[in-house]
């Protein structure tokens, strides 16, 4: 069993929450190695780690993770990023690989390899 991991820092004035897409409702995500049972709020200048347990060959859609500028994305209230997470076709690297939103944050993305890059978020 492999780990796609991604280290998610906040360079932002504000928290950035994490969830699992619901959309994925067989994936587990795992913050700092522990499972994430509902949204988690990242105070700025901190980092964490996301990733799951795959079990097979690093593909596209290894992950499917939200990132909101708020608690109140599901509603509307608040902006997010509802993204894919996988190996790049192309490259074979860790990436983005579907996805999009709106949020008063942006992200880019650093550090690849196959099973690991890092996310930096900050005011945009």
């Avoid at 820092?9 to 994936?27: E, F, G």
């Avoid at 097979?56 to 992950?63: D, E, I, L, V």
């Avoid at 997010?80 to 996805?99: I, K, R």
Wanted: proline share 6%; aromatic share 10%.
């Amino acid at each position: 069993m492999s780990q796609p991991v991604v280290t998610v820092k906040n360079h932002s004035s504000h928290d950035i929450y994490i969830d699992s897409d619901p959309n994925w409702d067989d994936q587990q995500l795992l913050l700092n190695g522990k499972p994430l049972p509902r949204g988690y709020a990242l105070g700025p200048d901190l980092s964490a780690r996301i990733s799951v347990d795959w079990d097979g060959p690093g593909n596209a859609y290894m992950m499917g993770v939200i990132f909101a500028d708020g608690p109140d994305y599901d509603y509307g209230g608040d902006g997010f990023y509802q993204l894919s997470l996988g190996q790049d076709e192309n490259s074979g690297l860790l990436a983005v690989t579907d996805g999009g939103g709106e949020a008063k944050v942006a992200y880019s993305i650093s550090q690849q390899t196959p099973w690991s890059m890092t996310m930096d978020f900050a005011d945009s």
